[in-house]
């Protein structure tokens, strides 16, 4: 079977992912969007893999939903965090790291 | 004789003792200084007879290796020939005599002790000058000498004018000694030593481009030590020292030690026609210059210095002359030194009897109160005018002699000195002790004490009979083995016409001085309206003016050129690339904006810049 469709829809969710996070103002909602970014690029994998007729793909889908668990903890965390002390989830807000 | 080293030991020694000792050695560090200056003298007289009575040309004491790298070889040898033996003989007999009359001199001052240790470092090293046998040797005295000579004319350093006097000749100095540096450096890359005989066979087989470079590297370290154009302008500040040592460094010895090099590098100059007839030239214009400075000048010590001059141009025009006049320079040179020093102590005398006063417009009339001074004084007077029968006369009548032998431009202008000479003694001779009296309201002169007399007296005997030295040519005779046989050139005239001629000028010479300030009273204060000539004298002929505009303006100015380039140029192009990589950077970190969303967007950016590169290349 061709995995051409497969491939189409990752790059379209990545693109979804990929303009949420550079519009959208909300830490949670930018949050979403690199996940669906994330799960693009799994989707991508296990195509490929599944082209490829081996599980190195598949392997590496596992790694990168492993890593995707670990920084959603951390990043939630930040997020909760950055919520109580300035009442806000604007990642516009939090730019007092710059110049 | 392996006694020689002593002669350079001796006030060595006795200056380490006094400046090392401190306060401990105030109580007796004069007798010690004159002893040691004695004592050299008295183990320069045994050597002089051993050498007068062994068959020897010379002796020699090996002390050491000095240096030894390689082909770079030094031996610390001795060497004291006829003309060596001369030397010592002056610097450590004027140098007693002078010693003893400091102690009068110096009575009151309360550095007396290091006065001595000075005095006896400047014998050491004049002594270690004349006594090497290297011209690297030669060199380490000549060096101190100069350094004696900054100490002593600084030794008042409270007074400002003393302070700048000896930085002013130690640095005029450095001109000449570059001269000498130069001049060693080139004798080791050409003959690969700088031993006397070395350069002396090495130069007879050089090149003549070569020992023209020598000859005149020579005279120029010989102008700076002995005060010649165009290195003069240091001699007449010098006098800011005390008396002794004026009398003693800047009359009898050290500034003697440019004559003494020219002659004991005969051999470099037999070689180069130039170099000859350039020390000819430099003794005969300093010669003239001197003496006109002598005739303009109303401070006494300035007046003998400018005479210093003058007479130490006859000594380098003898010596440029060559072998027909190389024992007549060491001849008058000796002569020199006993009727300059007698006549610089006679007004260090009349100095200490008038409170220091110096201006010879306020003396007069001194005859009278001081008359072994007055004495002892003319016979300085009329040995240096060349009165005949006195010392001068033999020493500077040979020397006009040799001029005309060399050529008759030369001869005259010899002569035409001698008769400048005249006037300006004459004019010393009658505004301090004869004319009225001009003293200041507080001036009780009276006669010095025998301490300072006495020496006055011996040295007045020496101007009178220096001439002795040249019965039966003996002087002549006694260097032939270091400055070679000599030469006589045909006269134009015959010589008893020439003696005859240089004592009618000398005559005219004084006689128009005796016209000019014997007859009408002498004004106290220097008439402000005079020739140009005597302005120009005044002034020492312009010599600091024109070293001011040509050497130390431009010096100024390059310095605060290079100081302006050093502060815009290379600061500003180090600022400059700071200032632009500041300014750059301060540009540039304004793309930190803190907003993670900016980050983000460059990331995606980035990552589809890599991603097209890759398919470009993939697909090409």
Not at chain 2, 41 to 55: K, P, Q, R, S, T
Not at chain 2, 153 to 160: A, N, P, S
Not at chain 2, 372 to 386: D, E, H, K, S, V
């Amino acid at each position: 079977m061709s995995v051409e469709p497969y491939l189409v829809l990752s790059a379209l969710l990545f693109a979804v992912g990929a303009v949420g996070v550079l519009v959208r103002r909300n830490a949670i909602v930018v949050f979403m969007c690199i996940e669906l970014m994330l799960n693009a690029s799994n989707l991508a994998f296990v195509a490929f893999a599944r082209q490829h007729g081996d599980l190195d793909g598949q392997i590496a889908a596992f790694f990168v939903m492993v890593v995707a668990a670990a920084e959603v903890v951390v990043g939630l965390a930040i997020i909760m965090t950055i919520f109580r002390t300035r009442r806000s989830a604007s990642v516009d807000d939090a730019s007092l790291l710059k110049y | 004789m392996n006694l020689l080293y002593l002669i350079i030991a001796i006030p060595a020694i006795s200056a380490a003792i006094l400046l090392l000792g401190g306060k401990a050695t105030d109580a007796w560090g004069h007798l010690l200084g004159t002893a040691a200056s004695i004592g050299a003298f008295v183990v320069g007289v045994i050597a002089f007879v051993d050498l007068l009575a062994g068959d020897e040309e010379a002796l020699r004491q090996e002390l050491f290796t000095w240096i030894d790298v390689r082909s770079f070889h030094v031996e610390f040898e001795l060497l004291f020939d006829p003309l060596s033996s001369l030397f010592v003989l002056l610097i450590t007999g004027v140098g007693s005599l002078i010693h003893i009359y400091s102690i009068g001199y110096m009575d009151h001052d309360p550095r007396r002790r290091r006065f001595f240790a000075y005095l006896n470092l400047f014998i050491a090293a004049m002594l270690m000058l004349v006594l090497s046998n290297d011209y690297l040797a030669l060199f380490l005295g000549w060096e101190g000498v100069g350094l004696a000579s900054y100490l002593l004319i600084g030794f008042w350093q409270h007074k400002t004018s003393a302070a700048v006097a000896a930085k002013k000749a130690f640095v005029v100095n450095r001109v000449g000694d570059l001269g000498m540096a130069l001049a060693i450096m080139l004798m080791f890359t050409t003959f690969g030593t700088s031993e006397f005989e070395g350069v002396s066979e090495g130069v007879a087989s050089a090149t003549n481009a070569t020992a023209t470079a020598l000859g005149l590297l020579l005279l120029l370290a010989a102008c700076g030590k002995s005060a010649q154009v165009p290195l003069q302008s240091w001699l007449l500040d010098a006098m800011e020292g005390p008396t002794p040592v004026s009398a003693l460094i800047h009359a009898a010895t050290m500034v003697t030690a440019g004559v003494y090099l020219v002659t004991r590098s005969s051999a470099v100059y037999a070689e180069s026609e130039i170099a000859q007839t350039a020390v000819i030239v430099v003794g005969l214009v300093t010669l003239l210059w001197g003496a006109i400075i002598g005739c303009a000048r109303d401070d006494i010590k300035k007046g003998l210095a400018g005479s210093t001059m003058s007479q130490i141009g006859y000594m380098m025009l003898a010596a440029g002359i060559g072998p027909a006049a190389y024992a007549f320079a060491i001849f008058h040179l000796l002569t020199h030194g006993f009727f300059k020093a007698n006549m610089f102590l006679g007004a260090g005398s009349v100095m200490h009897a008038m409170n220091d006063e110096v201006d010879m417009r306020r003396y007069g009339a001194l005859r009278g109160v001081m008359p072994i001074t007055f004495l002892t004084f003319a016979c300085g007077y009329l040995a240096i005018i060349g009165f005949p029968g006195f010392s001068g006369f033999w020493s500077k009548d040979k020397i006009i002699e040799a001029a005309f032998g060399e050529s008759i431009v030369v001869g005259i202008g010899a002569l035409l000195g001698a008769g400048i000479t005249a006037f300006y003694m004459t004019r010393m001779m009658i505004m301090t002790f004869i004319s009225e009296k001009r003293w200041a309201k507080d001036a009780h002169p009276h006669e010095s004490s025998l301490v300072m007399t006495v020496p006055l007296m011996v040295l007045a005997a020496l101007s009178v009979f220096g001439g002795a030295l040249l019965l039966n040519s003996w002087i002549v005779h006694w260097l032939e083995p270091v400055v070679g046989p000599e030469v006589h050139h045909e006269l134009p005239l015959p010589a008893i016409v020439i003696t005859l001629l240089v004592s009618a000028v000398v005559l005219v010479g004084a006689v128009i001085a005796f016209l000019t300030y014997g007859r009408k009273p002498v004004p106290s204060v220097a008439p402000a309206r005079v020739s140009l000539l005597t302005a120009a004298a005044r002034k020492d002929l312009y010599g600091d003016a024109f070293n001011e505009a040509a050497f130390m303006r431009p010096g100024q100015q390059l310095t605060r050129g290079l100081v302006a380039f050093d502060n815009h140029g290379v600061d500003g192009a180090v600022n400059g690339v700071a200032a632009l990589v500041g300014g750059t950077s301060g540009h540039a970190r304004r793309w930190q904006t803190g907003f993670v969303r900016s980050y983000a967007l460059s990331m995606l950016a980035g990552s589809a810049l890599i991603v097209l590169a890759l398919l470009a290349v993939t697909l090409a």
